[in-house]
C-alpha cells in the first residue's frame, strides 16, 4: 500500500512536472493599462521619448502589417528606442546584452478591447547577461517605469 502510494506521488511529480516548470513567476514583463487607445499611447511615448533627447530606431505597427497581408489582428504597435550612452555602458559590461538592446515598448489592444503598455524590465538583464554590477540597468529600470507610468495615466 505504501509503495503505491509512493510511486503514484512519483508519477503525479513527473506529470505534472512540465506544467510547474511552465509557470513563470520570475517573468520581467512589465503591463500597464493604457486610459488611451493604442495609437494615442504610442504617440505620447514617441514625444516623451523624443523630448528626453533619446533615439528612436524604428516604429513597427504590426496591425498594419498584418492588414497589408489580408490579415487581422488587434490593434498593435512596437517602438525600438534607447539611449546610445547608457546603452553602451550596459553592454561594456557584457556584449552579449546588445541583444536586448536597444529597448522596446509594446503597445497593444489585447481581445477583451483594453489597452497595454508592455515592456521587459531592464533589471531583467541581470539574469542573462553579465551585467549585475552596471548602475546604468536601474537607472534605465527607474526611467522606464516613470516614463511609461506618465505616458498610461490620464492627465486632466
Given at each position: 500500500m505504501k509503495s503505491a502510494l509512493?510511486?503514484?506521488?512519483?508519477?503525479?511529480?513527473?506529470?505534472?512536472?512540465?506544467?510547474?516548470?511552465a509557470e513563470d513567476t520570475t517573468s520581467d514583463i512589465v503591463k500597464k493599462a493604457?486610459?488611451?487607445?493604442?495609437?494615442?499611447?504610442?504617440?505620447?511615448?514617441?514625444?516623451?521619448?523624443?523630448?528626453?533627447?533619446?533615439?528612436?530606431?524604428?516604429?513597427?505597427?504590426?496591425?498594419?502589417?498584418?492588414?497589408k497581408q489580408e490579415m487581422n489582428m488587434p490593434d498593435s504597435e512596437v517602438l525600438i528606442f534607447g539611449n546610445p550612452a547608457a546603452g553602451t555602458a550596459i553592454m561594456k559590461h557584457d556584449l552579449l546584452s546588445a541583444l536586448d538592446l536597444p529597448l522596446r515598448v509594446l503597445v497593444y489592444k489585447d481581445f477583451d478591447g483594453k489597452v497595454w503598455?508592455?515592456?521587459?524590465?531592464?533589471?531583467?538583464?541581470?539574469?542573462?547577461?553579465?551585467?549585475e554590477k552596471c548602475m546604468q540597468v536601474g537607472k534605465v529600470s527607474t526611467a522606464m517605469d516613470k516614463i511609461t507610468q506618465h505616458v498610461v495615466t490620464k492627465t486632466q
Open positions: 509512493y510511486l503514484s506521488s512519483i508519477l503525479f511529480f513527473f506529470i505534472h512536472l512540465p506544467v510547474l516548470a493604457s486610459a488611451y487607445d493604442v495609437p494615442t499611447t504610442m504617440n505620447r511615448l514617441v514625444d516623451i521619448i523624443t523630448e528626453k533627447g533619446m533615439t528612436i530606431f524604428a516604429r513597427i505597427n504590426h496591425k498594419e502589417n498584418a492588414n503598455l508592455a515592456y521587459h524590465d531592464p533589471k531583467g538583464l541581470r539574469t542573462h547577461y553579465r551585467v
